[in-house]
């Protein structure tokens, strides 16, 4: 089936810094990407929604000043947590589906990203 | 960001047993739902999914309700087993974007 990879698996930033996380489609042209974030326990949460070569559409309550989301590629997309503090920490994941996709079996999750902010 | 319920109930079933997880939706728009098994630190996996014009579903062990007057979905899995232990979650398709429901922590007893 469809893959889709997120890189890195597990970041440890320090408070203030940036990180970037990559989510990659591996086999098929991702038109739209989600970003989402999970607290243990929690349910995932939608951040932001991002298709290809246009900006992303966040959701109420998402900064997007600090969570910049990319597009750039049909394969690519990146969340930069720009000055990262502890509150931050979570778990994020992205999901990708493919132009003209509405099924839920074509939606593909990535394996998710843990950053940890100290 | 939108989601339906931020506390995780669990469910506890012996081995054997049948488990029904239950979700509300929020949307009475959306018209495509879809239930997910989330395991401890890995992405959501796909489990089975239902357009708004069915009722009912059912695939290898798994039976999706969907009532659409109440909004409510449910996941009825038969003869429950120790790898179905995870986190499941319903989510909703609507406005081009899918949102995740409620979750329901499912600890299978041997």
């Known amino acids: ?118 | 960001g939108e989601s339906v319920g931020l506390h995780l109930p669990t469910l506890s079933v012996q081995e054997g047993d049948n488990s029904i997880i239950n979700c509300a939706y929020s949307n009475s728009a959306s018209d495509y739902f879809i239930w997910y098994k989330q395991e401890s630190g890995k992405g959501p996996q796909f489990i089975i999914d239902i357009r708004s014009n069915m009722d009912k579903r059912q695939g290898q062990r798994v039976t999706v309700l969907l009532n659409k007057t109440v909004k409510h979905l449910s996941l009825q899995i038969a003869a429950t087993q120790p790898g179905d232990s995870a986190v499941y979650f319903c989510a909703e398709n609507g406005r081009g974007k899918l949102i995740f429901g409620q979750g329901t922590e499912l600890s299978v007893k041997p």
């Open chain 1, 1 to 118: 089936g469809a893959v889709v990879s997120q890189h890195p698996s597990w970041v440890i930033c320090k408070s203030g810094t940036s990180v970037k996380i990559e989510c990659r489609s591996l086999d098929f042209q991702a038109t739209t990407m989600f970003w989402y974030r999970q607290f243990p326990k929690q349910s995932l949460m939608l951040m932001a929604t991002s298709n290809e070569g246009s900006k992303a559409t966040y959701e109420q309550g998402v900064e997007k000043d600090k969570f910049l989301i990319n597009h750039a590629s049909l394969t690519l997309s990146t969340l930069t947590v720009t000055s990262a503090h502890p509150e931050d920490s979570s778990f994020y994941i992205c999901s990708a589906r493919s132009k003209g996709q509405v099924a839920g079996n074509t939606i593909y999750f990535g394996e998710g990203s843990w950053l940890t902010v100290v």
